[in-house]
């Protein structure tokens, strides 16, 4: 508790929370722009939709925003070589679990204003009836679980490199390798296609009418696999990174 | 001048030397190219218009998303080396002119941009000719480099500010990266000749070969966005001096 507080003091004044609140401020606007002025029918899959377009979003941002976040949680450390110091008096391993509850702290927070975000947006348009609870509930812990992988995998590429822009890019690699992976199916086992694998819901596009109807997904036994695999890499990078880290020269 | 302006781009490159940052520039049109290309042989029913379709599917999301934000992280990097320890010491004494110093790293920044834009050319003729295109390569091409080229400069002008004035590395990179998809929407919405992120996607038409732009104005407008950008970095370093003393 005492180094996850002492990791709040060092980020004071460095505006991690502002910088998070514009980024996600781009995808705000995203979906603003996006489905703008609905006409009834459109209204009537109103729900639905917004679970549908908001997972292709968080593939293109989130593991770049990731990797911002985490970029500047570990700068504190790389820019003042206070890694000697702090593993002297807290073990390596602790200091490396404080960073990544106060990522996550983070990335609930991000993740609660999003969701709040689309439902305020889709009442604001009217959109008929009402959201499904259960299926916006599992969206947004997946989406958690999705955000997390990202970050500790952002995390630990950013404690063990000085040099950040080693993890920068890897996070806009990752960004450009979900889009792809995009095209290719709605699941992927990579960490990058997390949000893919987590999707609640699925269109089908008929090329004759050119009538989209969306749908919630019903997962077949592979995709349930590759969304157990968020989970996985969850447990992968965190135990990698505390590893690794705690091995580390300082 | 001249023999200051190639000391500063000289002591640039030195900074830079062993450091592998243009891996990324490297690496990154490697994926689009290969996606860009499985998305067209994949396609080749709808996709009629071989070199022009090849060069959409090439490069959307390379220009409107990723090229602002590698852009960004590496003008990041040529300024962190200065927000890193005592350096800016060192530059902010150096013997010779801030204006000349800035335009050592501004030249940096367009090298591995005209490069990098150069390789995206490159693997857009290898692709095509390895997905089976026999036309001529497109006379347009080198309209395309020049006028993305261009674009590309304003957006290292544009970083080179945001990075200078902000300490942290990630968050111009995040900057870029929001200015790159915002791009998108001002260039939907008709603006893009007037906004900084979106004159490169313009210049190089990503996903709209047969775009007509308006060349004089994007030149102009190209023209007074370094303009405006080099001097307020300028600006700011003076300041930046005056606050070190």
Known sequence: ?250 | MLTFYIRAVRAESLKLKRSPVWLAFFSLPIISAFFGTMNYTLNIGVLKSEWYSLWSQHTFFLCYLFMPALIGTYCSYLWRLEHTRHNWNSFLTAPLPLSTLYLGKLTQAVRVSVLANLWIFLLFYVCGRLAGIRSPFPREALEWYLCGTLGAVVICCVQLLFSLMIRSFAIPVGIALAGGIFGLYMTNRDYGMNYPYSLYCMGMRANNPNMEIHIPALLVNSAGYILVFAALSIFYLRVHERAAD
């Open chain 1, 1 to 250: 508790m005492i180094t996850l507080r002492t990791e709040f003091k060092k980020i004071k004044r460095k505006k991690i929370g502002l910088t998070m609140c514009a980024l996600i401020g781009i995808q705000f606007a995203w979906l603003l722009w996006s489905g703008a002025r609905p006409d009834e029918k459109e209204k009537l899959q109103g729900w639905i939709e917004m679970l549908y377009s908001l997972p292709p979003i968080s593939v293109i941002m989130m593991p770049t925003v990731m990797s911002v976040l985490a970029s500047r949680l570990a700068d504190a450390e790389h820019k003042g070589s206070t890694y000697k110091l702090l593993n002297t008096l807290r073990r390596p391993g602790a200091l490396y679990h404080a960073k990544a509850v106060c990522g996550a702290l983070f990335i609930l927070g991000i993740s609660i204003a999003q969701f709040l975000f689309i439902i305020a947006l889709g009442y604001a348009r009217g959109y008929a009836g009402h959201p499904e609870w259960k299926r916006y509930a599992a969206a947004f812990l997946l989406h958690l679980a999705c955000c997390l992988s990202l970050y500790l995998l952002q995390l630990l590429l950013s404690m063990l490199f000085f040099n950040q822009m080693i993890p920068l890019v890897a996070g806009l690699g990752g960004s450009m390798l979900g889009l792809i992976l995009m095209y290719i199916k709605m699941y992927s086992f990579l960490p990058w296609g997390g949000f893919l694998s987590a999707a609640q819901a699925a269109m089908d596009w008929n090329p004759e009418t050119r009538v989209i109807h969306f749908f919630y997904r019903q997962y077949s036994r592979v995709e349930l696999c590759a969304v157990s695999m968020i989970f996985i890499w969850i447990v992968v990078f965190y135990t990698a990174g505390r590893i690794l880290f705690s091995r580390k020269e300082c």
